[in-house]
């Protein structure tokens, strides 16, 4: 039986609440070795007090040894199998900026680059121009018309946007056209399927208009597509466990994430505080609530140990305003780590605490990758977070007789 | 998406080495409950050093329960699934003769018998005869001729002997023609599918001329085949990992399994010492180090708790030498356990350590069973061990934005 077969058969209805808190990237490493992570640094006392009635452990978000980006590592903390669902880099990209793609769009990475006289590629991210030029060049390829076909154009950052085209029969599976080097001329648009010709159609007729359109935009008179994709086609979070789910995430990124799940996104402000009243305020509204702390990954993407220590302690922080509302089920795990070392998202296993009144309490006092090594929870694959979730709820029926 | 098809996707280049020691059959049992076993009795300040600066674990070579051979046992630890890829009897008694098979070999293993007047089986074993007679009758009957097909006869040991039939259409799903039991003749070779036909005419036509050869050469006047087999279609392990691995194993049969996998199968010598002379000079043409060390496991095998301690200690004495090399990633392990209380191979999880830059530190500075078990790696299956690797070496890409 697949695992959202099992989940679909056993869910129930009640009252409870979970809450599942990401932070992101909140696993790390020591920089010596034998030392402390930054979250054994930081001086976590409301986190410490939720391990000593909760129980630890450490999840992995995809197998061991992978290192997730966002996207599966969000998949996996929601119970989707990473391997199983890909998401392609265009709709991550569109995502990341809140459009809100539907079943029809093909979603595709843009970045703009210099041509040469010659039409060949001098400078594949067109001298990383300013924001402000992206965006107007961004106005400007967005007055493009294709018949039969939506096309939006938003800006991302410098060099980089994302185009959306919306029609019917447009299938997702296209080469890039960024040839990966300069010195040659862009690569025409490529199907690699049957169902992705009508959209290399497209695409052409989107270039040829560009072109014209850019022409006199240099360092940023042309473009590549890249990553185009359409969405995975996902099992509901409401069909698949049976909660009214709501998404408070400041970034947009995270946002697009559930979304993708099909949660309801809420408005989450701009801080902490800011999703912390959020949470008040929808509590009666969902049964479920994915917060999603952003900065413990970028201070560790920074290789800033002490910063990600602090931002550490600024979500410590907040955690009596959540336990306030009672949650049943309180999860405060991440998508990967990020070590500040590494300055990077890595493979290491993640920090993870599940409190209830029903978990298996362990001898664990603090939270801390050490101190999850002895948790109850064990190693385990991330995508049985929301199983652990659901039955720490009392959210699931026996299995069999 | 599967366990391969994601390591090709993520590999990437860079200058890392990557030494994997594996010592054969390491794990081991305390001879009375509570006590130490064998790792955990030897004098490893080595290892031990390497563990303090490293993270532990324990790898399941199969499945919980499951005792692997020495084929199964090492596909794990080349990271490929040991119940997915099966090495057939044949194919490994010919690697362990250092036989280089090809992809139109079928390998047999021969056991010479004794038949009686009627022409039963008096005796499966030929009377164990002497290595050198055995010997001498595989010369014999290295000069039978069959047209159209290649025949190659090694002898073994004692009764034992490997048939290679090498020619284009042969498949290698044949009966044993060893009935198991004496007092009944030898069973005539059978084809489990359509493609093995042709290899049933070629196996009679052996057998045949074979009866003739010994048919003076009581106890062993004739033989039985078994584990009729070809090699398995296994991706090499540069493609798999983009890795340049070289194998430095003493015994045939890891220099086989090594070439089983595309490792190039480096001369080691003899001892240990050789082959870290091997790993010296070799140094700069592979990313990768397959070393092999057999005595842990053949002392196990005879039972014998305190001559594995000795081995231990003389692989403990031969770390130095390998970290003088500075290795990126170094990893001990072993492909079972050999419990000298068993004088067999077991199931139980085998203590592992990996050491690196970025690797989480934990708590163990001792390498032993009781100190894996609470190691930062926890259980996990063996055939993930080379993806650990490969991320400690910084060889693979994030997967997904």
Tied chains: 1, 2.
């Excluded at 939006?152 to 060099?159: A, G, L, M, S």
């Excluded at 509590?283 to 413990?296: E, G, L, P, R």
């Excluded at 929301?386 to 069999?400: I, P, Q, T, V």
């Amino acid at each position: 039986m697949e695992f959202h077969d099992l989940t679909r058969k056993l869910q129930r209805e009640n009252d409870t609440k979970i809450v599942m808190l990401v932070s992101d990237g909140i696993g790390g490493l020591p920089l010596t070795p034998g030392g402390k992570t930054e979250l054994e640094t930081a001086n976590t006392p409301n986190l410490d007090a939720l391990a000593t009635r909760g129980t630890l452990g450490l999840s992995t978000p995809v197998l061991p040894g992978i290192t997730p980006g966002s996207g599966p590592g969000h998949l996996g903390l929601y119970g989707y199998d990473p391997l199983q669902y890909n998401i392609g880099r265009g709709v991550l990209e569109a995502l990341g900026v809140d459009f809100e793609l539907g079943p029809d769009d093909v979603a595709i990475r843009g970045n703009f680059c210099s041509l040469d006289e010659q039409g060949k590629i001098s400078d594949r991210r067109a001298g990383r121009i300013a924001c402000e030029i992206g965006s107007k060049l961004c106005d400007k390829l967005a007055t493009i018309k294709i018949p039969g076909v939506e096309v939006f154009v938003r800006h991302v950052k410098e060099y980089r946007l994302v185009i959306v085209f919306r029609a019917a029969g447009l299938g997702g599976d296209l080469e890039d056209t960024d040839p990966q080097r300069t010195g040659v001329a862009p690569l025409e648009p490529v199907a690699m399927n049957e169902q992705a010709q009508p959209t290399v159609k497209v695409a052409q007729e989107f270039l040829s208009q560009a072109r014209e359109i850019l022409i006199d935009d240099y360092p940023a008179n042309f473009l590549t597509l890249r990553g185009v994709a359409k969405m995975p086609e996902i099992p509901t979070y409401n069909e698949v466990y049976g909660l009214r789910a709501g998404a408070v995430a400041v970034y947009p990124m995270y946002r697009g994430l559930a979304r993708l799940v099909s949660m309801d996104v809420l408005d989450a402000g701009q801080t902490l505080d800011d999703q912390c009243s959020r949470l008040e305020a929808s509590w009666n509204d969902y049964d479920f609530f994915f917060v999603h702390f952003k900065y413990t990954d970028s201070t560790g993407e920074d290789g800033n140990f002490d910063a990600k220590v602090k931002r550490i302690e600024e979500l410590d922080a907040a955690i009596p305003r959540i336990m306030a509302l009672n949650p049943d089920v309180m999860i405060v795990t991440g998508d990967h780590s990020t070590p500040a070392k590494m300055k990077s998202h890595s493979w290491h296993p993640v920090p993870t605490l599940i409190a209830s009144d029903v978990c298996r309490t362990d001898a664990c006092t603090t939270f801390g990758e050490a101190s999850c090594l002895q948790g109850g929870l064990g190693h385990f694959p991330a995508k049985y977070l929301m199983s652990l979730a659901m039955a720490n709820a009392g959210r699931f029926e026996k299995y069999g007789a």
